[in-house]
T-cell receptor, first 112, second 112 residues
Framework: EAQVTQNPRYLITVTGKKLTVTCSQN?????MSWYRQDPGLGLRQIYY???????DKGDVPEGYKVSRKEKRNFPLILESPSPNQTSLYFC???????????FGDGTRLSIL | LAKTTQPISMDSYEGQEVNITCSHN???????ITWYQQFPSQGPRFIIQ???TKVTNEVASLFIPADRKSSTLSLPRVSLSDTAVYYC?????????????FGAGTRLFVKA
């Protein structure tokens, strides 16, 4: 089954403790992306990647890092999380030009 | 990327046709129009995509006038399960990379 898998689905942690949210897709998609969703603000793009070793900033990249060493994986790294990064995070992938995005089920992060 | 404007919310009753219009006055020549549906705590799901005139699939129709400055998502005979947020996006992954802007979306509430 074609899917985008995020882990963990839920995480409560404390300020400053580094964390990684993994994202994996099994569709051999070139494009992958991370979004955060906050009440009233819709989805905002954090980072995206157009291929292995090619990443670029979205609208809200501050405080986040990403890497794309393999085509299927696109982890989101919070080196020093802060409470304002408490949010619902979505990973997505796409097969390419004008192809729709496939989203994961989301990761709810709470940073205390 | 073209900015989009949608109504914040809409109400309907089961069995009615619902039309949600999206304004995108600055749409570029290469931009496609894509609609997504999102249920609470789930990732957005692709509904339909088009470039001009009319596109229809098993769940919706998309009407795009000749000037392409707006588009209308039409949901025939909605049911309670169509209660969700609907997002209109315009963009071209070929020229704009994979940078994506979701607006706040339209919250559709279907009543019995």
């Amino acid at each position: 089954e074609a899917q985008v898998t995020q882990n963990p689905r839920y995480l409560i942690t404390v300020t400053g403790k580094k964390l990684t949210v993994t994202c994996s897709q099994n569709m051999n998609h070139e494009y992958m992306s991370w979004y955060r969703q906050d009440p009233g603000l819709g989805l905002r793009q954090i980072y995206y990647s157009m291929n292995v070793e090619v990443t670029d900033k979205g609208d809200v990249p501050e405080g986040y890092k990403v890497s794309r060493k393999e085509k299927r994986n696109f982890p989101l790294i919070l080196e020093s999380p802060s409470p304002n990064q408490t949010s619902l995070y979505f990973c997505a992938s796409s097969g390419g030009n004008r192809q729709p995005q496939h989203f994961g089920d989301g990761t709810r992060l709470s940073i205390l | 990327l073209a900015k989009t404007t949608q109504p914040i919310s809409m109400d309907s009753y089961e069995g009615q046709e619902v039309n949600i219009t999206c304004s995108h006055n600055n749409i570029a020549t290469n931009d496609y129009i894509t609609w997504y549906q999102q249920f609470p705590s789930q990732g957005p799901r692709f509904i339909i995509q088009g470039y001009k005139t009319k596109v229809t699939n098993e769940v919706a129709s998309l009407f795009i006038p000749a000037d392409r400055k707006s588009s209308t998502l039409s949901l025939p005979r909605v049911s309670l399960s169509d209660t969700a947020v609907y997002y209109c996006l315009v963009g071209d992954t070929n020229t704009g990379g994979f940078k994506t802007i979701f607006g706040a979306g339209t919250r559709l509430f279907v009543k019995a």
